[in-house]
């Protein structure tokens, strides 16, 4: 037999004083309505971003939801050292988004299918010829098209963003340009909507 657990808990007798508002220096510097102010402010972009670079609504709220935990975790941290924490998070949404792709594209077997169907509703735009091209682009070409096209940084933020050369942010985005040209052309010529 299970032993009864307790419904309620005794806190223990504290000052009225205890209790008093905080200052409005102390509460700006308290580091969790900072978080919090930063993720009410960034979360439209933040998951704008995660849907351009993991192609469904669904898997991009993962994705800010898990770097989102991680950052707040550490975030005086995060906002001492790098002073710019939207390119912080972007960078580590980036590295999250490559490294579950790396990890999801080996093949997991499992020994029982589950119990409980799963309800799955179409993403809208899953058969337009832009996403299924976006898709089909490689992790790094696809967060910079996305840092450039849809979030409006320039290749300067975009380096920083992504922690790589700024030489690189262009031939990233001419690589995934031409791309994107010839499979929208393609389809394009299918349709013949020339």
């Known amino acids: 037999m299970a032993a009864a657990v307790p419904t309620t808990v005794a806190l223990p007798a504290v000052a009225d004083t205890d209790w008093a508002e905080p200052s409005t ?18 979360l439209p972009g933040l ?4 849907h351009a670079l993991a192609g469904n609504p669904h898997d991009a709220a993962d994705l800010v939801q898990g770097v989102l935990e991680r950052i707040g975790a550490r975030w005086t941290t995060v906002v001492r050292r ?9 960078r580590a949404m980036a590295n999250a988004h ?48 996305v840092l450039r096209y849809y979030e409006d940084l320039s290749e300067a933020e975009i380096a920083r963003t992504l922690g790589i050369a700024q030489g690189t942010v262009k ?23 020339r």
């Open 25 to 42: 220096a102390a509460r700006r510097d308290t580091p969790g309505e900072d978080f919090a102010e930063f993720v009410r402010a960034a």
């Open 98 to 145: 490559v490294s579950r792709w790396r990890r999801t594209r080996r093949e997991n077997l499992v020994a029982d299918l589950p119990d409980t169907s799963v309800v799955w509703q179409p993403d809208r735009f899953a058969d337009e010829p832009l996403w299924q091209a976006m898709r089909a682009l490689p992790p790094r070409q696809r967060a910079v098209i």
């Open 171 to 193: 031939s990233q985005a001419n690589k995934a340009m031409a791309t994107l040209r010839t499979r929208l052309g393609a389809v394009a010529e299918g349709r013949g909507d």
């Open 82 to 90: 790098t002073g710019d924490p939207l390119a912080y998070t972007r």
């Open 47 to 50: 998951l704008r971003y995660g």
